[in-house]
């Protein structure tokens, strides 16, 4: 993708990651509007070809983030957050932004889990997530995000981060 994506990139996640850390809430007058710039932004620069990179984008970054969010484990706001990263820089270096992504959140969950002492829950909480997913059984283990007691952890510096890292891992 173009080096003109950065800015616009950084100003998304910056501003994200504030609000989701403050608020536990990625706002939607936040993620729409710069999805909807990326898309038009990317179609002005590459004509229907960036915007089919762009939409292709979106699909990947909703597609991946879709099965947390279905699981309980990640808030649509996060989804929300990919896909307006997927619209900028497409569909290749989401990928690479998706895997930065997964890495950095793991070690903020860990670091998180264990400051907290609850290192050995949240390594049994992860586990009945995976296995969530092929016995529907363990789904009932699973707090929601919306319960209580569920530990919640603000995601989208870990989008920033992948995000960021995509521009300098191309």
Same mark, same amino acid.
């Given at each position: ?5 950065w800015?616009p990139?950084?100003v998304l996640? #910056? ?13 939607n ?8 710039? %990326? ?5 002005v ?11 292709? /984008?979106?699909? #990947?970054g909703?597609l991946?983030?879709a099965?947390? =969010?279905?699981?309980? /484990?990640? %808030?649509? %706001? ?12 497409g569909?290749a ?5 998706? =895997?930065?992504? /997964? ?6 969950? +860990? ?28 789904? +009932?283990?699973?707090? +929601? ?10 995601? +989208? ?8 890292f995509s521009?300098?891992?191309?």
């Amino acid at each position: 993708m173009a080096s003109s994506t950065w800015w616009p990139i950084l100003v998304l996640v #910056l501003s994200a990651s504030i609000a989701d850390l403050v608020s536990r809430r990625i706002p939607n007058w936040l993620v729409f509007p710069f999805l909807a710039a %990326g898309l038009i932004a990317t179609a002005v620069r590459s004509g229907w070809a960036g915007a089919g990179q762009s939409i292709v /984008g979106i699909a #990947l970054g909703v597609l991946v983030m879709a099965l947390p =969010v279905w699981l309980g /484990g990640m %808030g649509m %706001g996060d989804l929300k957050l990919c896909a307006a990263v997927g619209a900028w820089i497409g569909p290749a270096q989401l990928v690479i932004a998706l =895997v930065a992504m /997964g890495i950095a959140g793991g070690v903020m969950a +860990a670091i998180w889990a264990a400051c907290r002492g609850s290192l050995g829950e949240m390594l049994d909480g992860a586990d009945n997530l995976v296995s969530a997913i092929w016995r529907p059984e363990c789904r +009932a283990s699973i707090p +929601a995000l919306s319960q209580a007691g569920a530990r919640k952890l603000p995601y +989208a510096p870990a989008i920033a981060f992948g995000a960021l890292f995509s521009f300098f891992a191309k």
